[in-house]
């Protein structure tokens, strides 16, 4: 990584292309200067040219000298660079999972676009995808391809206006929040949904209003500091009764800043008024409020998915090196055959592991609660109890395998 890095300095130092651009420029005057000149005394064209010939050739020389040391860099930094990136096989399977939920794959895609704003290009997406729907082909092992109702997943109700009307509205609050420094429009939709987000459990409109305050006690609405304050006070006085149920302590706080106005960075509050990650939290808490109300996660499930494959791809590299030496293959479809650990922002569905088997449960070998409580995996209960009484693992009840109930994870 260093020798890449170094090479990567050394073509920064010397990709200038200014003084090509001036010897570029040098011989666009001298051909233009003759040109003007025979012009105006055509019988001098001859002699103008042959005296030209030699200024011309030094002009490209000079050109082709400057751009000869650019390429050679770009040599040395390209060979460095596929010294260092080697192309590294990606691991393959003869199990497609993704081969029997074409259409999935297309909303997600679609979805993707949506959130990131790019409205033309998920409306051409999303024409091309309806007008030729991909065929779904089954993979052995995999659940069935289609929903409850038996009806296929298309991608036909992304395209309506009103969800390219949601995104819209969700970047424009945005951009006037962190470009303008307006929360008029967030707090107005906040208002708005106020019922839905306080069934949530959702503080967004508090926030809100709290960085509304203290935009204002810092005088950067108006520039006066002092008028600032007074707005800050009138703002507190209209708005923040509502939330004094749950908020008063941070309310509280906002309002003890009044008493250390001119110093306020000794006071205990000044953490609050000196948060330069302020905006950004807010920001990123309205979107994912938003998404909410939509019924959609706060990150592009294709971004995550991305994401968690690049993390895994690693061990999945050396693990199929590993399987390549010993020579066997991964049979198990339904689960990874090495722990691949994902940050805790990826981890969104609890698992079991047997405890007897210590295998992870699938779908056709879900988690069995026994009268005891115990749980272990359906394919360790049959074995365990062979279809007869038996006695739990850890613990003396015996029980009917029938008496089990299934654990929903």
Known sequence: MDALLQEHEKLASKSNLSKTIEDVQKTIDLLSTAREYIAANESSASITLAKLQNP???????????????????????????????????????YDALSSHPNLVNRAIAMHLLREGQFSVASTFLAEATANPPMAVPTPGTPNPYDASGQPLDVAPLSSESLQQHF??????????????????????????????????????????????????????????????????????????????????????????????????????????????????????????????????????????ATAGAIALPTLLKMASIMKDKRTEWTTQDELPVETPLPQSYQFHSIFVCPVSKEQSTEQNPPMMMPCGHVIAQESLMRISKGTRFKCPYCPCESQPADAKRVFL
């Open 56 to 94: 011309a050739k030094q002009s490209f020389d000079n050109i082709n000298s400057d751009l000869k040391e650019i390429y050679n860099g770009l040599g040395r930094y390209q060979k460095a660079l596929d010294k260092y990136a080697k192309p590294i096989p990606l691991p393959t399977t003869d």
């Open 168 to 305: 819209t509205d969700m970047y424009h609050i945005l951009n006037e929040m962190r470009n303008r420094r307006n929360l008029l429009p967030a707090r107005l939709w906040a208002r708005l949904h106020r019922e839905v987000l306080e069934g949530r459990g959702s503080n967004l409109e508090f926030e809100l209003g709290r960085l509304q305050f203290v935009w204002l006690f810092m005088g950067s609405g108006t520039g006066d500091r002092e008028r600032g304050v007074q707005e800050a006070l009138e703002f507190a006085r209209t708005e923040f009764g509502g939330f004094q149920g749950r908020y008063l302590r941070e309310i509280k706080q906002l309002c003890g800043a009044f008493a250390f106005e001119t110093n306020l960075a000794l006071s205990p509050y000044h953490h609050i008024f000196h948060d330069p990650s302020a905006w950004d939290e807010v920001a990123r808490s309205f979107t994912r409020e938003f998404c909410s109300v939509l019924g959609l996660s706060a990150d592009s499930p294709l971004y995550i998915a």
